[in-house]
């Protein structure tokens, strides 16, 4: 697994293949991972967090030709502007939940209003009591936007789903989901494709001394998954039923499933850099793939 700004994978070039046979072949084994933002509750800025970044989650998940977006916090606006400069007309975007800091980028996703993408939009946190399309409906206008759903030229499609579904959303792609334990309720997700694994746990706060089925079922096996370490377990007594974890109940959760390495998102707005960097070293002496997600992160699978 490498990881970097950006990653370049060695090239088998075989006698008699064209380059494009070769860039072509590289794509279709691709299972890259783009973090557009990686801050949880309120977007941040300012000199002490330039490093780590201070938009709100937005995750890419890139399987070959496919785009998977996880989540449109503030993050989503520079994604969406990349999306459209590589010619990628079609996408689809799952929702954990529809807390602010994970929707209040979607009316600037610039594909949605492009008639030539088409977006899917997929939510199940909320199965029963609202639709997709009621969420994003109820979002996307005034007085909370100047503009209404309708102004989308994209073929924009909806799709409701129920926890623990298991989501096809293209040939070979397949998508393993479960409740997380969040007020309102949060959808985590497994990405399975060409035997490689990325799950995305968000957000979900754990019980001490519990280690979540729901969450090892997810991560089982994982040559990586992201968590939200939103607090450390010093912190955790102060923020029982806010919803969120600590960076080494990751640590547990990822020995306990086996998993190859665990990522962590959802920084508090209150961590700079130079905490986060301090977390990263007590991390790695507790465990060799654990590391905090930084904006703009690129991981190669």
């Known amino acids: ?4 700004n950006f990653v370049g994978r060695k090239l088998d ?7 494009d046979d070769v860039r072509r072949g590289a794509t279709e084994t691709k299972f890259r991972l783009r973090a557009w933002g990686v801050r949880g509750s309120l977007p941040v800025s300012g000199p002490e967090f330039q490093h780590y ?3 709100t989650i937005c995750i890419e998940l890139q399987c070959g030709d496919h785009r998977l977006m996880f989540d449109a916090g503030s993050g989503i606006l520079p994604a969406g502007k990349a999306l459209l400069a590589e010619g990628a007309s079609e996408c689809q975007l799952f929702f954990s939940h529809c807390h602010y800091d994970h929707i209040i980028g979607l ?3 610039s594909p949605i209003y492009d008639p030539r993408s088409s977006v899917t939009v997929w939510s199940g946190h909320s199965s029963g009591k609202m639709t997709t399309r009621d969420m ?3 979002f996307i206008r005034p007085p909370w936007f100047p503009i209404e759903v309708k102004a989308c030229r994209a073929n924009l499609t909806c799709r409701d789903f129920m926890p623990q579904d298991v989501l096809q959303p293209y040939p070979g792609v397949t998508i393993r989901t479960g409740m997380l334990n969040h007020p309102g309720g ?3 997700y497994r990405v399975e494709w060409q ?6 746990i968000t957000d979900t706060e754990h019980v001490p001394g519990v280690l979540d089925p729901e969450v090892l079922a997810l991560i089982e096996g994982a040559d990586l998954f992201l968590y939200d370490t939103s607090y450390t377990d010093e912190e955790m007594p102060t923020y029982v039923g806010y919803g969120h974890s600590s960076w080494q109940h990751g640590i547990r959760l990822a020995r306990a499933a086996g998993a190859q390495r665990v990522g962590f998102i959802h920084h508090s707005p209150l961590r700079t850099d130079k905490a986060l960097r301090a977390i990263d070293h007590m991390a790695a002496e507790n465990f060799q793939g654990a590391f905090s997600v930084w904006e703009g992160q690129v991981i190669d699978v």
């Open 107 to 109: 009316p600037y996703f």
């Open 136 to 138: 994003i409906t109820e």
């Open 1 to 4: 697994m490498a990881v970097a």
């Open 195 to 200: 035997g490689r694994v990325v799950a995305i």
């Open 13 to 19: 070039c075989r006698p008699g293949g064209s380059l």
């Open 53 to 55: 970044g201070g938009n």
């Open 186 to 188: 949060s959808i985590g």
